[in-house]
Structure formats: C-alpha cells, structure tokens
C-alpha cells in the first residue's frame, strides 16, 4: 500500500493468535532467559505467580500478524525505531492476542519519494485488556 493510501486514523486488525506455554519458554530459553519467561516452578513463586510471556514475545507474535496481512507489502523501504514500549499486563499460557494498528501521523519526504508512517500499537488480549502498546515509525514508498 502506498503511503498516500494511508490516512490519520486509518486501523488495521490482526488476527487473534494464542501463546502456549511451549511459545512461552521456547521464545525465553532463546531470546529473553528470565526465570518467569522460562522456568515453571520458579515462575509460581514469582511476582507473576505463573509463566509469563516476555514483552519482545508479545509484540512479535503480534507483528507477525500485521506482516502477514501484507498491508505494507514490498511499498515498506523498513523501519526507523520503537518508541514507547509499554508491558501493561502479563501475557499468561493460553491467552489471545489481537493487535490494532492506527496511523498516528504521517510526513512525506522532502523528495517525495517515500513518507514516514507513525502506527501506533495496542495489543489486548481475550479479555479485551491493553497488554502492550507502543508506536513504531516505518519508511514507505511514495
């Protein structure tokens, strides 16, 4: 999708996907070894008081499901950064997580040959609770 085909506002819905408690320390054990991401027991003696999803988890598994959509397609030239990444709630074995992505902003650039789009990210689950949310900034063709 061009960039001149986005508008402020415009939302885009993923599909819900479940996290399983295999997701959940597999991801851990390679990415984010943090005994609440990995190690059952532990994790029942936590803050948490089960296995959590890390946050990186959460927003990939989300992403995923936005590039699968192929909304941005091959007009996407990548992205530029993050930016406030906000953990609300513990991601649990067997909850379902559906992204909405909102167009914040957009600002072409000066040579009119790409623009920069803000999305803004929520991330709820089953229950319809804010999970994650944060924004990111991507490059797309003009």
């Known amino acids: ?31 984010d070894p943090q005994y ?8 029942a003696n936590s803050l948490f008081g089960s296995l959590i999803a890390s946050g990186f988890h959460t927003l990939a598994v989300v992403w995923s499901e936005w590039i699968k959509m192929d909304i941005l397609s091959e007009d996407c030239l990548g992205g530029v950064g993050a930016d ?6 513990p991601v649990r074995a067997n909850d379902w997580l559906a992204g909405r992505f909102t167009v914040a902003a957009k600002k072409i650039d000066s040579n009119g040959k790409r ?28």
């Open 84 to 89: 406030e990444i906000r953990w609300k709630k």
């Open 36 to 43: 609440f991401h990995i190690d059952e027991q532990a994790a």
């Open 115 to 142: 623009g920069l789009l803000t999305l803004k990210i929520i991330i709820k689950n089953q229950r319809d609770e804010e999970v994650l949310t944060c924004s990111t900034n991507v490059y797309v063709q003009a």
């Open 1 to 31: 999708m061009k960039f001149d085909a986005f508008s402020i506002g415009q939302e885009f819905h993923t599909e819900p996907v479940m996290i399983t408690k295999e997701d959940i320390i597999a991801f851990g054990e390679k990415y």
